[in-house]
Each structure stands twice: as structure tokens, then as C-alpha cells.
């Protein structure tokens, strides 16, 4: 009965590699999240999309590309990891319509570059 | 400025003992606000939002001074399990959808 679910938990990988990571929410909402939560613990927000559509793109290097096949799974592909891209990454999601603005977060994805 | 500020802590206090967090942000336009709180390892999860009339859930109060731009959240009677990390969060700009989240304060109760 997961609400927000991401794969891999935890992900390391060398630098220069290319790796995906896979969010899926089955609470209905229409609209869903990147965050990047860096050795500071410093949450920012990288990308949203709502029902497939990109709404948020923060200032975030293009290697990162998010996909959305339909609305109920995020997923974010990096291209030519760098060291600094280690972090944890959560995803998450939100409902668009009625005012609620709560989002629920995923486990979270955690990413070591070496 | 940051968009979002918080206290730096570390807080550490006792089992039975109130403690209070500031935050304060900096985007005016600013129009829904929230607590989260984080614990080791995992993800954020919402605590409360925050209404400008003030609002509590049991043991936790929060506050909004709109023209101060400042938020709290006070925690009465602190237990063992309200040991984490709690995030004021606000959305950004002319986006409900985009939240902005303050560093976070780390609170450790102890016995």
C-alpha cells in the first residue's frame, strides 16, 4: 500500500556513468516532483510536471531529464554523473485541484558518485 | 536573503520541556505555509500547515505573522518521539505548487 515508491533506494555508481531512477505514486495525484536533498541537507526542489506536463524546471544542469509516461510515474534520468551529484533524491507528489497543496514524499534515492 | 530562514540549532532538550521554532521568509507573495518534519533517513513528511488565524493539533501550535513574515511552531510537553528534524516550508512566488523549504532545525529530546 505504498503511496510514493522509488527504485532504487539506494544507487553508486562511477562518475561519467548515465543512471535512471524510477518514482511511481498510486494516490491519484496529478502532479509530482524531483527534490534534491544535498550533503547539507538542504532540500530544492528540481523539477515538477503536472499530468505529464513539465511545470517547474529549476536551474539544474540538462543532464538531468525528467520523464513522465503518465501521471502516475516520474521517473529522472542523469547523463554523465558528476561527483558532485551525490545526494539523496526524493520524489513526490501532490494533488492539483481543491486547494490541497500537501505533497507526499517517496523514500528517497540515495546517490554516491565515486 | 534566503527565501526561507530558520534557527540553526541543534535543539536539545528534555522529556516534558516546551520548545519553540522561528522561520521567517522573504517572498511576500508567498500564500500556503507548512511545517515538515524529517527524520534520520527519511523522507519529509507534513506536520501542519500553518493558517493565519494560528492553529494547534494536540501538543504542536503554529503561528503566522503575515506582516512580519515570520512563522512558529511551539511543542508543548516534548517526548522521545518528536526527536527529528522539522522544516518550515512556503510556496514560492506565484506557484501553490512550488514549496520552498527552510534548512531545517534538528530537535533532539532526551530522556
Known amino acids: 500500500d505504498t503511496a510514493v515508491s522509488q527504485t532504487p533506494k539506494y544507487l553508486v555508481t562511477q562518475m561519467g556513468n548515465d543512471k535512471s531512477i524510477k518514482c511511481e505514486q498510486n494516490?491519484?495525484?496529478?502532479?509530482m516532483y524531483w527534490y534534491k536533498q544535498d550533503s547539507k541537507k538542504f532540500l530544492k526542489i528540481m523539477f515538477s510536471?503536472?499530468?505529464?506536463?513539465?511545470?517547474i524546471n529549476e536551474t539544474v544542469p540538462n543532464r538531468f531529464s525528467p520523464k513522465s509516461p503518465d501521471k502516475a510515474h516520474l521517473n529522472l534520468h542523469i547523463n554523465s554523473l558528476e561527483l558532485g551529484d551525490s545526494a539523496v533524491y526524493f520524489c513526490?507528489?501532490?494533488?492539483?485541484?481543491?486547494?490541497?497543496?500537501?505533497?507526499?514524499f517517496g523514500p528517497g534515492t540515495r546517490l554516491l558518485v565515486l | 536573503r534566503k527565501e526561507v530562514e530558520q534557527d540553526p540549532g541543534p535543539f536539545n532538550v528534555p522529556e516534558g520541556a516546551t520548545v519553540a521554532f522561528n522561520c521567517t521568509y522573504s517572498?511576500?507573495?508567498?500564500?500556503?505555509f507548512f511545517w515538515y518534519r524529517q527524520d534520520c533517513r527519511k523522507e519529509p513528511k507534513l506536520l501542519m500547515s500553518?493558517?493565519?488565524s494560528g492553529n494547534e493539533d494536540g501538543r504542536f501550535t503554529a503561528q503566522l505573522n503575515r506582516a512580519s513574515q515570520y512563522i512558529s511552531l511551539l511543542i508543548r510537553d516534548s517526548k522521545l518521539s518528536d526527536s527529528a528534524t522539522y522544516l518550515c516550508?512556503?510556496?514560492?512566488?506565484?506557484?501553490?505548487?512550488?514549496?520552498?523549504f527552510g534548512k531545517g532545525t534538528l530537535l533532539t529530546v532526551n530522556p
Open positions: 516550508v512556503v510556496t514560492s512566488g506565484g506557484s501553490n505548487y512550488k514549496l520552498t
Open positions: 494516490l491519484g495525484h496529478d502532479t
Open positions: 517572498n511576500s507573495a508567498s500564500q500556503s
Open positions: 513526490a507528489s501532490s494533488p492539483w485541484r481543491g486547494g490541497e497543496k500537501t505533497q507526499y
Open positions: 510536471y503536472n499530468n505529464k506536463e513539465l511545470i
Open positions: 500553518v493558517y493565519s
